[in-house]
């Protein structure tokens, strides 16, 4: 007992600059770096529908005129979401032969990268780092993530890897959507500036959403069975009392409002869209959905969807992100 009296009181003692992508939210324990955006993940599988072709040597030739009509127009309209909804792989002379996430599971800004990632088909190993002794990353100068090894070369800071990597996997813009870049890069930088701020004061509102959002850091994290128990109860209650912090630093006095304001402000922003980029996903899109992602099936992101109008936006983006691309390590 006394041991694990020692190890939760060294394990809260331990201080460095939290996960914040080059932001600072001053110094908090290395548990809380990790903590301070946990939350949980669901990888839901995306349905695939067939569509069987009917037998019509039954019909007469008029009926067959009118069924190959009706498929047709079936067919037309199968293809048309699909277009809607496609994976954008870049050329296979662009793609990296390696890529390697060091990452939390539960991190947004780690999230942000994946959501890229998946949504361009690049296969990727996962390294699950662990937040108290950063073991995994000593290698590094760097000690926060995401870290991206892309063919050997590092790529840190979440929006600065999606920018670099982009530059070598996607086409250039055409001069027609050039006018699109300010709108885009305002979005983005909505989700680094204030998006992710609200985030931390929701899942640990109270003590069960703390207890759920841990469990779930215990449950996927890279921790020992000793770490996990005391991660578990110790990290809960400290993060209840950080995010009070947490909603004076940002100034927030209701953090489900707070969520919900930011929800319906992006969706405001699509302006009827499917999504910001038009008829697909562009990188804002796919920094607001990677952010959410992991706190989408706990209670917060439940309460989000339930109480705003941003669920069939983030429906669309499940669809077209689709499955996770990663490989094991």
Same mark, same amino acid.
């Given at each position: 007992?006394?041991?694990?009296?020692?190890?939760?009181?060294?394990?809260?003692?331990?201080?460095?600059?939290?996960?914040?992508?080059?932001?600072?939210?001053?110094?908090?324990?290395?548990?809380?770096?990790?903590?301070?955006?946990?939350?949980?993940?669901?990888?839901?599988?995306?349905? %695939?529908?067939?569509?069987?072709?009917?037998?019509?040597?039954?019909?007469s030739k008029n009926s067959a005129q009118v069924v190959s009509l009706g498929l047709a127009?079936?067919?037309?309209?199968?293809? #048309?979401?699909?277009?809607?909804?496609?994976?954008?792989?870049? *050329?296979?002379?662009?793609?990296?032969?390696?890529?390697?996430?060091?990452?939390?599971?539960?991190?947004?800004?780690?999230?942000?990268?994946?959501?890229?990632?998946?949504?361009?088909?690049?296969?990727?190993?996962?390294?699950?780092?662990?937040?108290?002794?950063?073991?995994?990353?000593?290698?590094?100068?760097? +000690?926060?993530?995401?870290?991206?090894?892309?063919?050997?070369?590092?790529?840190?800071?979440?929006?600065?890897?999606?920018?670099?990597?982009?530059?070598?996997?996607?086409?250039?813009?055409?001069?027609?959507?050039?006018?699109?870049?300010?709108?885009?890069?305002?979005?983005?930088?909505?989700?680094?500036?204030?998006?992710?701020?609200?985030?931390?004061?929701?899942?640990?509102?109270?003590?069960?959403?703390?207890?759920?959002?841990?469990?779930?850091?215990?449950?996927?994290?890279?921790?020992?069975? #000793?770490? +996990?128990?005391?991660?578990?109860?110790?990290?809960?209650?400290?993060?209840?009392?950080v995010s009070k912090n947490l909603k004076k630093k940002y100034n927030i006095t209701d953090?489900?409002?707070?969520?919900?304001?930011?929800?319906?402000?992006?969706?405001?922003?699509?302006?009827?869209?499917?999504?910001?980029?038009?008829?697909?996903?562009?990188?804002?899109?796919?920094?607001?959905?990677?952010?959410?992602? *992991?706190? %989408?099936?706990?209670?917060?992101?439940?309460?989000?969807?339930?109480?705003?109008?941003?669920?069939?936006?983030?429906?669309?983006?499940? +669809?077209?992100?689709?499955?996770?691309?990663?490989?094991?390590?």
């Amino acid at each position: 007992m006394r041991r694990a009296s020692s190890f939760t009181s060294s394990v809260l003692s331990r201080t460095s600059s939290t996960v914040h992508d080059g932001g600072a939210v001053n110094l908090h324990p290395r548990l809380l770096q990790v903590a301070l955006f946990c939350s949980s993940t669901t990888n839901n599988s995306n349905s %695939r529908h067939r569509w069987f072709s009917p037998l019509l040597d039954s019909f007469s030739k008029n009926s067959a005129q009118v069924v190959s009509l009706g498929l047709a127009g079936v067919v037309a309209s199968v293809a #048309t979401a699909a277009s809607v909804y496609a994976k954008e792989p870049p *050329p296979a002379e662009v793609m990296p032969k390696e890529v390697v996430l060091y990452q939390y599971e539960a991190c947004p800004f780690c999230n942000k990268v994946k959501a890229f990632l998946d949504y361009y088909d690049i296969p990727y190993k996962v390294v699950e780092v662990n937040p108290l002794s950063k073991k995994e990353i000593k290698w590094s100068d760097y +000690k926060k993530v995401p870290i991206l090894m892309v063919d050997g070369q590092q790529l840190v800071d979440s929006s600065a890897i999606i920018d670099q990597l982009g530059e070598k996997i996607l086409p250039k813009k055409t001069k027609a959507s050039v006018a699109d870049e300010d709108e885009e890069t305002k979005w983005r930088r909505w989700v680094d500036n204030h998006l992710v701020h609200v985030l931390s004061p929701n899942i640990y509102r109270n003590t069960s959403e703390a207890l759920e959002s841990f469990d779930y850091i215990t449950s996927n994290g890279n921790f020992s069975f #000793t770490e +996990k128990i005391t991660v578990k109860y110790a990290g809960a209650a400290a993060m209840y009392f950080v995010s009070k912090n947490l909603k004076k630093k940002y100034n927030i006095t209701d953090e489900r409002a707070a969520l919900y304001e930011a929800a319906e402000t992006w969706v405001d922003a699509l302006n009827g869209r499917n999504f910001l980029g038009g008829s697909k996903p562009n990188l804002a899109d796919l920094a607001v959905f990677g952010v959410l992602r *992991p706190i %989408r099936y706990l209670r917060s992101g439940r309460d989000m969807v339930e109480h705003t109008r941003i669920g069939e936006w983030y429906s669309r983006m499940e +669809k077209v992100v689709g499955e996770p691309s990663r490989i094991k390590a």
